[in-house]
């Protein structure tokens, strides 16, 4: 009778250490509970032009709120705010900031202004997102009720040319569902939706918009190891121009990227029990040549991006 209590202690012994190093990696939130958190970028890209070097350095900060309102076996859903969306951009001693705490001006001759504008009404409306378990973004249910609110006087704009186009087009994509899904799996998409083994790889693929860039991101995330409640998870993504990408048009000159490559390295902590990120720390690195070409002209242009950024639970 020994023997048989004993065995029967080892194998329920065992069954919990497996449970522990092979958990469940998904999202597992608790209905209506906010959760907040927290992403901080600094990148900067430099840019030689006719043997001049030219940097572009811009900080990203984002606020988001995320609270689960319903499930079903393939999908949550969500109620998302972006609480404050801040970028301050700093080009060749040139600065511009864009502050959605601030209520800004769509008739503003400051690029700052309106962007700050478009951004403040964002901030103040609710995104209902549906996510899978992965933390994959699979629609924006009031994306055309919000473009057409946030979007409502954009004919006000008294800017004029090149710039006032350039401008138009970054306040349509900035309420695209391509944008908003973006901004969200920052935070949310690390996750297999399934049991991993410590030692275990999975997969993810995307195509992103980066500066008017098609960009293809292929990622490979391991589960490196699990101290109590905590996955501790790294990752490796390989950065290229997506197939078929198109190059940019801008007035007056074609801009070709199909050199591009890129390396982006993170060190993720995740809550077991939420499958939310603690802590989400990564380097990025691009590097290549810019064809530009127009009427009369050609050349390249050899261009460098690196970038830190850190996502965070706020408690």
């Known amino acids: ?3 048989i209590v004993i065995s029967a202690l080892t194998a329920l ?9 092979a958990p469940v990696l998904k999202l597992n939130l608790e209905k209506n509970k906010v959760y907040r958190m927290r992403s ?15 940097n572009v350095v811009t900080d990203v900060t984002y606020a988001m709120s ?20 801040i970028t301050n951009t700093n080009s060749m001693g040139k600065a511009t900031i864009i502050n959605s705490t601030l209520e800004g001006d769509m008739k503003s001759s400051e690029i700052g202004d309106i962007m700050s504008c478009i951004m403040n009404r964002i901030s103040r409306n609710a995104l209902y997102v549906k996510l899978d378990y992965s933390g994959k973004p ?5 994306q055309k ?9 954009t004919s006000s704009i008294t800017l004029t040319g090149p710039v006032a186009d350039a401008i138009k087009k970054q306040v349509v994509s900035s309420v695209s569902s391509e944008s908003l899904m973006r901004m969200i799996d920052i935070f949310t998409w690390t996750l297999p939706a399934k049991q991993v083994a410590t030692g275990e790889k999975w997969q993810m693929n995307q195509v992103t918009n980066s500066g008017g860039m098609s960009l293809e991101i292929k990622t490979t995330c391991k589960l490196d190891d699990i101290q109590g409640e905590t996955a501790l998870i790294s990752s490796e993504s390989a950065i290229n121009p997506a197939p078929g990408a198109r190059p940019i048009q801008s007035p007056g000159a074609t801009v070709t990227y199909d050199n591009l490559k890129g390396m982006s390295k993170s060190a993720i902590l995740t809550d077991i029990n939420t499958g939310l990120t603690i802590k989400n720390e990564a380097k990025t690195h691009i590097s290549g040549n810019l064809g530009v070409s127009g009427p009369g002209f050609s050349m390249d242009i050899p261009m460098d991006i690196n970038g830190e950024s850190k996502v965070y639970l706020v408690k």
């Open 145 to 153: 009720m919000l473009s057409d609110m946030v979007l409502k006087d």
């Open 13 to 21: 012994l065992c069954v919990s250490l497996s449970a522990q190093n």
């Open 40 to 54: 901080v970028t600094e990148q900067t890209v430099a840019q030689t032009v006719n043997g001049i070097q030219q």
């Open 66 to 85: 995320l609270k689960m309102l319903d499930k079903t076996n393939d999908f949550i859903v969500t109620e998302i705010h972006f609480d404050t969306i």
């Open 1 to 3: 009778m020994k023997k």
């Open 138 to 142: 699979l629609e924006v249910v009031n």
